[in-house]
């Protein structure tokens, strides 16, 4: 089992991730075996390979089609090789000054379609959706267990942006403490509702439309931008414009807006700058049960949005020493770009 | 109506304690020693609040709290326990609050008045 360690000085955690230290993608050339496979034409993700995968524990298929066998459309399985194990987490461990804990949570898989070439913006908007549809039912079903503070959905496309397998998947990783990152974006907008008395992301929405410089797209639903101090060059973030804290609250008709402004901007992107790898990450509040019990104040102060982030340049050391980020291209000029894409 | 608390707590004298002062503060207090027995009750009467300590005999406070939170969501769920260590994870058990036991019952009192909206 996993373990999580926490760092004294900044507080944050980090998972030691014994189970991952296993995966075949090792550190160092030989060539990972699972790469490997794949580029001889192996994928466990693809239609037909599901008895290489973990049980699903979820999947949109055709009706009278059994689970781990072909004839779905968005399937979901634990992760093979996970960075959480499910379970309620024990109390904290001490040695001397240091805490651990055991590393108990969730780590899912959504494959996104069955097909192998078929990247996210290549679907149709309809399947989008029932991707989105799925975050939305993990989500629940893993919120509803307690013992998890925080659900992530996440996405990494490319190799660069951490993907081992190309076939276009998401992953859901649900942990038993609320993220450092996660609480700092809480805490920010916290601090700014109380100084706008407002939510300081319907705050941002409504200057960015204003401005219009860092727009890239805008629907009757969902607005995407640059962000004012993007790190990345084409760096996005995709907000909903109704507010709302939990991304769980997004309404049929705004998952179909959501499918089609992700499809717009990634299409975007690829044109832009030729299908980079990049981060797809949901920021929302933690666990909407605890949320409601501990926080009832995040539901008009927090702001689900999705980032996007391109890897197209390297985080190095002085990213790492001083958290300030380098950008060679402006948000303005990156959103122009996309734009006019 | 009088509030009720099921008190969850294996220290017999503790216990009475608690069940004399939350009494004389206006409360119908069940008590019980252990987490089993808190589960009977629970499936026997309706509650306003659980107070659970996390170290008894047999199965642990935070076990009680899991599978209460697979029976019911709405019961707010207050941890007593000696153990200051604890109080970081009280969040990740799913409780509302979590007091370390003391001489002075103010704060539970407090917490409870506070969860219970009065």
Known sequence: MSELRKDLISGRWVIIATERSKRPDDFRPPAPVAAAAEAAGFCPFCEGNEAKTPPEVFALRAAGTAPDSPGWTVRVVPNKFPALTPGPPPPRASQGVFQSMEGRGVHEVIIENPVHGLDLADLPVAHIRDVLRVFQMRIRAIEGQLHYQYVQVFKNKGKEAGASLSHPHSQIVATPIVPKRVKEEIYGADRLFRTFKECAFCRILREEEALGARIIARTGHFTALAPYASRFPFEMTVLPRRHSAFFVEAREDELEALAAILKDVLTRLKVTVGDPPFNMVLHQAPNQWLSARHWPELAERSHWHIEIIPILTKVAGFEWGTGFYINPVPPETGAQFLRQA | ?118
């Open chain 2, 1 to 118: 109506m009088k509030k009720r608390i099921l008190l969850v707590e294996d220290e017999k004298p503790l216990c009475l304690l608690y069940e004399e002062e939350l009494s004389r503060e206006g409360y119908e207090v069940t008590a019980v020693t252990d987490a089993e027995a808190a589960l009977a009750k629970l499936g026997q009467a309706e509650f306003d609040l659980i107070i659970t300590d996390i170290r008894m005999p047999g199965k642990n406070g935070i076990d009680l709290i899991t599978q209460i939170m697979g029976l019911r969501k709405d019961i707010p769920i207050i941890i007593n326990s000696a153990y200051q260590s604890y109080k970081e994870d009280f969040m990740t058990w799913a409780a509302d609050a979590y007091v370390v036991k003391s001489s002075s019952l103010d704060e539970l009192k407090a917490r409870i008045r506070q969860l219970l909206g009065e």
